[in-house]
């Protein structure tokens, strides 16, 4: 069964910077498209980033950005590790959420670039994230 776990998360001042991390398991010389997604209280699950893990040479290292976080926030890979990374820069309070990742299998040239919480089916159980002065 594939696991995520989540860490890296906690408390940043406005225009901090942190990064969160997703290391996967359960399985071996596969690869995934990888999401991450937040949720505040009282709002909807939303999309952030997403990447095609494995060789470049078979379609990884795609990669997807919902247009709130563009510009600040980096999604990338250690497929060494079987860990996937969220760089979150320039933080805002709004950032504020628990942040998610998540897996479906991939094959092989797939871009990834679906950042819909359907498309996945193995999910971490999140680390919070707060932003706040």
């Known amino acids: 069964q594939v696991q995520l776990v989540e860490s890296g998360g906690g408390s940043v001042q406005p225009g901090g910077s942190l990064r969160v991390s997703c290391v996967v398991s359960?399985?071996?010389?596969?690869?995934?498209?990888m999401g991450w997604f937040r949720q505040a209280p009282g709002k909807e699950r939303e999309g952030v980033a997403a990447i095609s893990t494995g060789r470049v040479s078979t379609g990884g290292g795609f990669t997807h950005y919902a247009d709130s976080v563009k510009g600040r926030f980096t999604v990338s890979q250690d497929n060494a590790q079987n860990t996937v990374y969220l760089q979150m820069n320039s933080l805002k309070s709004e950032d504020t959420a628990v942040y998610y990742c998540a897996a479906v299998l991939r094959s092989p040239w797939n871009p990834c670039t679906v950042l819909v919480g359907t498309f996945f089916n193995y999910w971490g159980q999140g680390t919070q994230v707060t932003v706040s002065s």
């Open positions: 359960g399985v071996t010389h596969r690869d995934f498209c």
